[in-house]
Every structure is written in C-alpha cells, then in structure tokens.
C-alpha cells in the first residue's frame, strides 16, 4: 500500500521498511524460454514496498520468482541491477558491512523446517548461536534467558529445548525456526513457504503465531505462498509475480473483491471452493494456469495462456498501472473493477 497514511496503527509513508526498485536477477546459464542464446531473468525489474510492521503477500506459481526476490531482500542472491533500501538508506551491492547489518534487520525461515536446522543442535542450541551470531558476545546466562522467552513466545514447551530436529514435529521445528529467526528482533521475517509443508491444522497454527509475532513487535511480513486462503488471512497487501513481473497489486480486498489481472483472477478461481459441486466443476486445471503452457517471446509473457489476449499483447509488455487506490495492473485488457 502506498499514498497517504495508513495501516496498522496509522504506519506512514516515511515509516517505510524497504524499498525495491526495478529488480533483475539472472541466473548463470538459466534456459532461456525460446530465445536463443539469451537467458531470462528469474525477475525482471520488480518493485517491492513493505513498510514497517506491514504484511505483504507474494503470490504466483512454481518458478515465477519469488525465491529469488526473497533471497534478493536478503542479500543471498546478488541482483544485476535494481536498488534495496532500508529505512530510506541504500543497500551498496556487495558491501558486506551493509550485508551484515541487513541480516539483523531482515530474518528467513524456510519450507522445510528439518533442513534450516542444524541437525547436531539442539532447538535450544540452534537459536542460541542465532541470538549471538546476530548480536555479538551474550554472557550465558543472559543467553539462556532469551531462548527461553524465545521459545515460549513461539509456543514451544520448554521440556522440548534440549531435543534434536529429529525429535520433533515438522510444526514442532518450524516454531524453532521462528524462534531463532525473530529472537534478535528482525524489523522483517520472510516466510517462504514456511507453512507449506506442514498438516493443515498445523499451517493454521503457525499462521497465527506470525501473525501474533508481527503484530506484538511491529515486524513486518513478506509471505510467500501459494495459498491464497493463508494470503488473505495475513497480509493486508499483495503482490502476484508472473514470469519474474509483478502483474497486479494492491491492498488485500482489492485483489480479492476485484482482481484486474486474467491471472490473479485465474488463481482466484482456483482456489478450493468450499461447495463440493463447485470444486468439482473446476477440479480440472484450466488453461489460465497450464504452466506447460510456455511464455512466448515479446510482448505479454502471459498471452498464450490469455483469454482476453489481443494483437497488442504480442507487440508490447504491458506496464504496471495504477487502477485505484494502492492497487496497480500490468494488462493491456484487464478486467472491470466489477470482476
Ligand atoms: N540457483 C539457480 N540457478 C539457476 N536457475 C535458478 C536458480 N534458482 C532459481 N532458478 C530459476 O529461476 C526461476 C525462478 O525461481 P524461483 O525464484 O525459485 O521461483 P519460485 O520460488 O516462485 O518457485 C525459475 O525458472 C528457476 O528455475
Ligand atoms: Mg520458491
């Protein structure tokens, strides 16, 4: 969301987390999609606004770059051109020192929680070395009583401190991750799919705890999923990436009540529908989200599988434009604001 004041306790413009602007990241020797000899981009010049305590939600199918803009806002992927700004302030690419400071600002937890763990450590352990490697030499005992706050925070009973991942739930490991991923107190924890692996009754669960986290240290989110029924229960803004663009964003209702994108709508639609007979009728994948269905060059990666496509969508990209307030389209033909 951007303009005017706005959000969770009046958060304002000037308040702003960070600030990405015109994203490219390639991948070394990555396929190109029919273009001979010219890798694409896994993003290709994205935007991004997350203020402070604010929660945004990325969606978007396997492979259309939302790893990598998280590993991007991380410092983990080295981006060819684009700028990152923390609370107003540039990242320099390649500085470690802004790197370093970046990584006690901005805080990842993973899919699979068994694989962010290290396996030899004890839960207590794992966010112990997070909590002194994020804020220098800890005496013990201070040390000690952190990690405990830490994993009473995220629910996890203290006679489960001393056990190994193996030990554990997948629920159980995530709330550690958690633990050791918020314990020095990050202004922003991206969740890549962090909830994706887990039973349903247990994605519920950790959903609430970070939604509790954000609202309890005004830590911002950046979720990224593709479940939108999660989306729409956390973040109040999101943002839809196809083919390594943003092509729709705006505040939650917008994109739910009226979405402006073939696609966002296309995935809206696909969303399990509570009705039986309903979700029977469209069981099947519709053409809007066959991802075999391969982006042809020039013009609008998402055309072969538009409905709505036109001669111009083969002649220009279209451009990210405002169509109300805080809510932005890239379509030469998009819908109505009635759907
Ligand atoms: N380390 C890598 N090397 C080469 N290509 C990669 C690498 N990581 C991701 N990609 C490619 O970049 C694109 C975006 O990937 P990713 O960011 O992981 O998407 P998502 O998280 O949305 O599934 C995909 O086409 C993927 O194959
Ligand atoms: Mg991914």
Request: positive net charge; glycine residues 10%; hydrophobic residues 40%.
């Amino acid at each position: 969301m951007r303009g005017a004041a706005h959000g969770r306790g009046g958060v304002s413009v000037s308040e702003r987390l960070l600030q990405v602007r015109d994203l490219r990241v390639t991948y070394p020797g990555r396929a190109g999609w029919g273009r001979s000899g010219h890798a694409n981009p896994a993003l290709a010049g994205v935007d991004l606004d997350v203020e402070s305590g604010g929660s945004v939600g990325i969606v978007g199918e396997s492979g259309c770059g939302k790893s990598t803009l998280a590993r991007a806002i991380l410092g983990l992927v080295a981006p060819q051109s684009g700028s990152i700004a923390w609370r107003g302030v540039p990242v320099p690419r390649g500085d470690g020192s802004a790197l370093r400071r970046l990584r006690r600002e901005a805080q990842i937890v993973f899919q699979d929680p068994f694989g962010s763990l290290d396996p030899r450590m004890t839960l207590a352990d794992s966010v112990a070395e997070a909590l002194v490697a994020l804020e220098g030499p800890t005496p013990r005992a201070r040390v000690v009583a952190r990690v405990a706050a830490s994993l009473a925070e995220v629910g996890l009973d203290p006679s489960l401190a001393s056990r190994y991942p193996h030990e554990v739930s997948g629920g159980q490991c995530q709330r550690a991750a958690i633990a050791r991923a918020t314990i020095a107190r990050p202004g922003l924890l991206v969740c890549d799919e962090a909830v994706s692996a887990l039973d349903v009754s247990v994605q519920a669960q950790i959903v609430n705890l970070l939604a509790d986290l954000s609202r309890r240290h005004g830590m911002a989110l950046v979720f990224i999923s593709h479940n939108l029924a999660v989306v729409r229960h956390l973040c109040d803004e999101v943002v839809v990436l196809y083919c390594g663009r943003v092509v729709e964003r705006g505040p939650r209702e917008a994109i739910f009540a009226s979405p402006r994108h073939p696609y966002t709508r296309a995935l809206l639609d696909a969303v399990p529908a509570p009705d039986p007979v309903v979700a029977r009728r469209s069981s099947a994948v519709p053409a809007a989200l066959d991802a075999s269905v391969r982006p042809a060059p020039g013009g609008c990666d998402y055309r072969p599988r538009c409905p709505r496509a036109g001669p111009e969508c083969a002649a220009r990209i279209p451009a990210l434009a405002t169509t109300g307030t805080g809510h932005a389209v890239a379509c030469h033909h998009p819908l109505s604001t009635a759907g």
